[in-house]
């Protein structure tokens, strides 16, 4: 809601994870820099649009939105007419009504490990400052996250860039949950979503 109504087993398969990494060149785009590989994933908040004048639409956990699907309570997509996005025009709060999340299935590779990152803010309109949640890969969580939004605005977010690593043993898909851990009717902020694979001899340390 809104002021105006985001293993030895493996490590000794590192042939096995350059051949299936190449194998899947289809899905994903190389970076040689960084030695990790784009997934093919849309981790934005661009669809559905929040249909104009309205400042956001609440999603009722269980109903989809674009790629994600809502959970919890319930989440508000929040478009640029009330505050600054990280990217395109739209956010996500993860605080609707109440308490929220929202997930997306993604198509992974056996034995290898994967690097998500994403833009955090907090609405900055509701109490408490402190905004709370986790990043949870099939239910289990791999990241908590915090932010505070003292000082921050509709038009000075504050987006900070936060990264978390997991590591795929068996399985070919899994589900990211971004939850709020914290009560009231304004919570974390989150926008641009990515994921990128990476040997597990190669993969850089989340921040």
């Keep these: 809601m809104h002021p105006l109504r985001l293993s030895a087993a493996a490590l000794s398969s590192a042939a096995l994870l350059l051949t299936a990494t190449t194998a899947s060149a289809s899905a994903h785009t190389h970076d040689t820099t960084t030695h990790?590989?784009?997934?093919?994933?849309?981790?934005?908040?661009?669809?559905?649009?929040?249909?104009?004048?309205?400042?956001?639409?609440?999603?009722?956990?269980?109903?989809?939105l674009g790629p994600w699907t809502a959970g919890g309570d319930s989440v508000d997509l929040t478009s640029d007419r009330l505050w600054d996005a990280a990217e395109g025009h739209q956010s996500l709060d993860l605080n609707g009504s109440s308490t929220g999340s929202v997930s997306q299935e993604i198509r992974v590779l056996p034995l290898t490990s994967y690097v998500v990152s994403f833009e955090l803010a907090g609405n900055p309109a509701w109490a408490p400052a402190l905004k709370t949640g986790e990043l949870r890969v099939d239910g289990t969580p791999v990241r908590t996250f915090?932010?505070?939004?003292?000082?921050?605005?509709?038009?000075?977010?504050?987006?900070?860039?936060?990264?978390?690593?997991?590591?795929?043993?068996?399985?070919?898909?899994?589900?990211?949950?971004?939850?709020?851990?914290?009560?009231?009717?304004?919570?974390?902020?989150?926008?641009?979503?990515?994921?990128?694979?990476?040997?597990?001899?190669?993969?850089?340390?989340?921040?």
Excluded: W
Excluded at 36 to 64: I, K, R
Excluded at 163 to 173: P, Q
């Design 36 to 64: 990790t590989t784009v997934v093919d994933f849309d981790g934005g908040f661009e669809t559905p649009a929040v249909p104009a004048p309205s400042p956001f639409t609440t999603y009722l956990g269980g109903q989809p």
């Design 146 to 207: 915090s932010f505070d939004v003292t000082g921050h605005g509709f038009r000075d977010m504050g987006y900070t860039r936060q990264t978390a690593v997991f590591t795929n043993l068996l399985k070919h898909s899994v589900t990211l949950t971004f939850a709020s851990t914290g009560p009231g009717v304004g919570g974390p902020v989150i926008d641009d979503v990515r994921v990128r694979s990476c040997l597990l001899v190669l993969c850089p340390p989340a921040s």
